[in-house]
């Protein structure tokens, strides 16, 4: 099966730094989705990638679909403290586009 | 809007026992899934369905059963509790595969 690795597992970072976290694929994806899950809550879509090469920003975060089509990464700029939580990279695929979750990178941001 | 409703929010179970947590949609969306989150660890896709009467095994399927009656309703069923099961339980719906993926709260559930 597809194997689908994110890192860093966990992150510590005073407010204000910038952050990057990524993900790699051993199979060509179509899709890379990264969601945002807060304490307590079920996960929020942050940004949807579906082109190879492709760079979109939602405020602070900027996201890129690897042009291998393999990987893609997530930054944050400025971090604030509300940023903390889990942060997971996603991919639709196979058979039926089922949805898939990398394990997530873990965000704790120190004021 | 309500989106996506999960019942209940948190549930104690003893061993053996059995229970269905419930999870309905409001957004007319093919897709739904049921995810399972251990502490510290990232969500495990336990079942999927692509449409009303279809549904399909995810990667840890063994202990739950689902049904897809309803494009509405996809409810999840432990038949027989054990403490591996003791997890969050998300239940999530999209339009399709490959679109955004609208989640509920969470069920919290504890088996002893």
């Known amino acids: 099966g597809q194997q689908l690795n994110q890192s860093p597992q966990s992150m510590f970072i005073q407010e204000g730094e910038d952050v990057s976290m990524n993900c790699t694929s051993s199979s060509i994806f179509n899709t890379w989705l990264w969601y945002k899950q807060d304490p307590g809550e079920g996960p929020v879509l942050l940004i949807a990638?579906?082109?190879?090469?492709e760079l979109t920003s939602n405020g602070r975060l900027t996201a890129q679909f690897g042009i291998t089509r393999k990987d893609s990464f997530l930054n944050i700029s400025a971090s604030i403290p509300s940023d903390v939580g889990i942060y997971f990279c996603?991919?639709?695929?196979?058979?039926?586009?089922?949805?898939?979750f990398g394990k997530g990178t873990l965000l704790t941001v120190n004021p | 809007n309500a989106g996506v409703t999960q019942t209940p929010k948190f549930r104690i179970l003893k061993i053996g026992q059995s229970m269905t947590l419930q999870c309905t949609q409001d957004m007319n969306h093919n897709y739904m899934y049921w995810y399972r989150q251990d502490p510290g660890m990232g969500l495990k896709l336990i079942y999927y369905?692509?449409?009303?009467?279809?549904?399909d095994k995810g990667e840890v399927p063994n202990g739950y059963n689902v049904s897809r009656s309803t494009t509405e309703d996809f409810p999840l069923r432990l038949e027989l509790a054990a403490p591996s099961q003791t997890s969050v339980y998300f239940c999530?719906?999209?339009?399709?595969?490959?679109?955004?993926?609208?989640f509920g709260q969470g069920t919290r559930l504890t088996v002893v």
């Open positions: 990638l579906y082109k190879a090469g």
């Open positions: 999530a719906s999209s339009t399709e595969g490959d679109t955004e993926a609208f």
């Open positions: 996603a991919w639709s695929g196979g058979s039926n586009y089922k949805l898939t």
């Open positions: 369905s692509v449409g009303a009467g279809i549904t």
